[in-house]
């Protein structure tokens, strides 16, 4: 792209000249796309007057909102429990973070209301017209739609506007395709992009070159201009193959992993919700930590030691979001089988966000589609940082109870790790926990090592060459000292 503002920063010099020390070159910086955005908020009436929004979805989010909420002891009005839900303004505000997340620069916004949308064009001529000018006057590249677009929807809107149309679901993909590092990623963004420009061939040929630049413009890298169905028919067969494949290697490794006795635990949760922040937190690893969304997108386990000595492994997955595509959702089903397989599941909260139920729900209905929702799963509220003390507190005292599926975090802290590392020991079953009394010779100090190192210890004393130990250790090195239990 071509650059329009640029900044001062020291560099080397242009092959064959040399520049003295201390000479600062002027490097440009690539161009950031200027995004108009535009929001609509479809309601129709009920009987009794009152609004309802019309999404099949939303209804199972608000559903899944009420039981999340019931479990966390929400407040509730006339029965029943009071949900904070995406109301326009905030659907709209989590639309400018996409935008910031694939590059762009917001330079306008406009949020229409309506009873219905408009079959042709969404919004409706006339506010076309007027969103047109105002997309003119402060000269955007292109126009971010907060709404999933039918092909002829988008055709018809750009004729109007005469500029780059993009929707919800396109600028997700995008973001996506930006943050994809391994094959195996790229892989899947492919073949989420193929599937959704299937139906949308029709004149945008030149939106799927490699060479394409801007949202929604960064093609699989395999199509050209004249590109048809069928080539891309084929070149979905192609992928598929391909993440296949990788799903053929998931599953050997994973068949190696549980051949031994070592639980896997997986993290989901709403995009930003600090997953990666408290993986980090977890394992040492050093995955990138970003408020942008969908910084995580390809998988990382490492192990983690319990408070019980054991090893389990832990995984970190990409972020779900409201009205997550169902392309994406397929093509990194090989991903997500992670949380499929997973003994326990950390549902991953932002315990500061006022749409923290709301946000819950979306994640329950992507686990619902994976068909995880009936794992054990532990909720584990992050960034109590960001609460006040005294309700932080209240929060961490009603949390302490042993029979409790909530902790509260902060992973930026380091506040609860060792009570939430203490309940996930307490809930995976993997090589379970027994306490004995052993009798070591002390000649065998490889045994001694090996319990100094895999278990608890709870007493030790010495005896006639002998050290009697009552010892707390996994079902595998219990194994391994069976010749000296006694009593």
């Given at each position: 792209?071509?650059?329009?503002?640029?900044?001062?920063?020291?560099g080397?010099?242009?092959?064959?000249?040399?520049?003295p020390l201390g000479?600062?070159?002027v490097?440009?910086?690539?161009?950031?796309?200027?995004?108009?955005?535009?929001?609509?908020?479809?309601r129709?009436?009920?009987?009794?007057?009152?609004k309802?929004?019309?999404?099949a979805?939303?209804?199972?989010?608000?559903?899944?909102?009420?039981?999340?909420?019931?479990?966390?002891?929400?407040?509730?009005?006339?029965?029943?429990?009071?949900?904070?839900?995406?109301?326009a303004?905030?659907?709209?505000?989590?639309?400018?973070?996409?935008a910031?997340?694939a590059?762009?620069?917001?330079?306008?916004?406009?949020?229409?209301r309506?009873?219905?949308?408009?079959?042709a064009t969404?919004?409706g001529?006339?506010?076309?017209?007027?969103?047109?000018?105002?997309?003119?006057?402060?000269?955007?590249?292109?126009?971010?739609?907060?709404h999933?677009?039918?092909?002829?929807?988008q055709r018809?809107?750009?004729?109007?506007?005469?500029?780059?149309?993009?929707?919800?679901?396109?600028?997700?993909?995008?973001?996506?395709?930006?943050h994809?590092?391994?094959?195996?990623?790229q892989l899947?963004?492919?073949l989420?992009?193929?599937?959704?420009?299937?139906?949308?061939?029709?004149?945008?040929?030149i939106?799927?070159s490699q060479?394409?630049?801007g949202?929604?413009?960064?093609?699989?890298?395999?199509?050209?201009?004249?590109?048809?169905?069928r080539?891309?028919?084929?070149r979905?067969?192609?992928v598929?193959?391909?993440?296949?494949?990788?799903?053929?290697i998931?599953?050997?490794?994973?068949q190696?992993?549980?051949?031994?006795?070592?639980?896997?635990?997986?993290?989901?949760?709403?995009?930003?919700?600090?997953?990666?922040?408290?993986?980090?937190?977890?394992?040492?690893?050093?995955?990138?930590?970003s408020?942008?969304?969908?910084?995580?997108?390809?998988?990382?386990i490492?192990?983690?030691?319990?408070?019980?000595?054991?090893?389990?492994?832990?995984?970190?997955?990409?972020?779900?979001?409201?009205n997550?595509?169902?392309?994406?959702?397929?093509?990194?089903?090989?991903?997500?089988?992670e949380?499929q397989?997973?003994?326990?599941i950390l549902?991953?909260?932002?315990?500061?966000?006022?749409?923290?139920?709301?946000?819950?729900?979306?994640v329950?209905?992507?686990?619902?589609?994976?068909?995880?929702?009936?794992?054990p799963?532990?909720?584990?509220?992050?960034?109590?940082?960001?609460?006040?003390d005294?309700?932080?507190?209240?929060?961490?005292?009603?949390?302490?109870?042993e029979?409790?599926k909530?902790?509260?975090?902060?992973?930026?802290?380091?506040?609860?790790?060792?009570?939430?590392?203490?309940?996930?020991d307490?809930?995976?079953?993997?090589?379970?926990?027994?306490r004995?009394?052993?009798r070591?010779?002390?000649?065998e100090?490889?045994?001694l090592?090996?319990?100094?190192?895999?278990?608890?210890i709870?007493?030790r004393?010495?005896?006639?060459?002998a050290?009697?130990?009552?010892?707390?250790a996994?079902?595998?090195?219990?194994r391994?000292v069976?010749?000296?239990?006694?009593?």
């Open positions: 792209m071509v650059s329009s503002h640029r900044k001062k920063s020291r080397t010099a242009p092959a064959g000249r040399r520049l000479t600062e070159v490097r440009a910086e690539p161009e950031r796309e200027r995004a108009f955005l535009v929001g609509i908020d479809v129709t009436r009920g009987r009794g007057g009152a309802a929004a019309v999404t979805q939303a209804t199972v989010a608000r559903e899944a909102a009420a039981l999340q909420a019931k479990r966390a002891g929400m407040p509730k009005s006339n029965g029943k429990p009071s949900i904070p839900e995406f109301d303004e905030e659907s709209i505000a989590e639309l400018r973070t996409l910031e997340s590059g762009a620069t917001v330079v306008g916004e406009i949020l229409q309506r009873d219905r949308p408009d079959p969404l919004i001529a006339g506010k076309l017209e007027e969103i047109a000018g105002a997309a003119a006057s402060v000269n955007a590249d292109v126009l971010l739609f907060d999933d677009l039918s092909p002829s929807q018809n809107i750009e004729k109007i506007i005469q500029r780059r149309v993009i929707d919800r679901t396109q600028l997700i993909l995008d973001i996506f395709a930006r994809a590092r391994t094959r195996e990623g899947q963004v492919e989420a992009q193929l599937q959704y420009m299937m139906p949308r061939l029709a004149g945008h040929g939106e799927m060479l394409g630049g949202i929604g413009t960064r093609g699989p890298g395999e199509t050209k201009l004249e590109t048809d169905r080539k891309i028919a084929r979905v067969r192609n598929e193959g391909q993440i296949e494949n990788v799903r053929r998931r599953r050997q490794q994973r190696r992993r549980e051949s031994a006795p070592v639980a896997t635990v997986a993290l989901v949760g709403y995009t930003n919700a600090g997953k990666s922040t408290l993986f980090n937190a977890l394992t040492q690893a050093k995955v990138l930590e408020p942008r969304m969908f910084a995580t997108l390809d998988p990382t490492r192990g983690v030691e319990l408070p019980s000595k054991r090893k389990i492994l832990m995984s970190d997955t990409v972020g779900f979001i409201r997550l595509p169902h392309t994406l959702v397929s093509a990194f089903r090989a991903t997500l089988e949380v397989r997973a003994s326990l549902h991953v909260s932002d315990a500061s966000s006022r749409l923290s139920a709301e946000q819950d729900a979306q329950e209905i992507v686990l619902k589609e994976l068909e995880a929702e009936k794992k799963r532990l909720r584990v509220m992050n960034k109590i940082d960001l609460l006040d005294e309700v932080a507190q209240s929060l961490q005292a009603d949390a302490q109870r029979d409790s909530t902790v509260y975090v902060s992973a930026a802290e380091g506040t609860g790790l060792d009570r939430l590392l203490a309940r996930i307490a809930m995976i079953e993997e090589d379970p926990v027994s004995v009394h052993l070591v010779p002390q000649s100090g490889k045994t090592a090996m319990l100094e190192d895999k278990a608890r709870y007493s004393a010495y005896k006639g060459g050290v009697e130990l009552e010892v707390e996994p079902a595998s090195v219990l391994r069976r010749d000296f239990v006694i009593g």
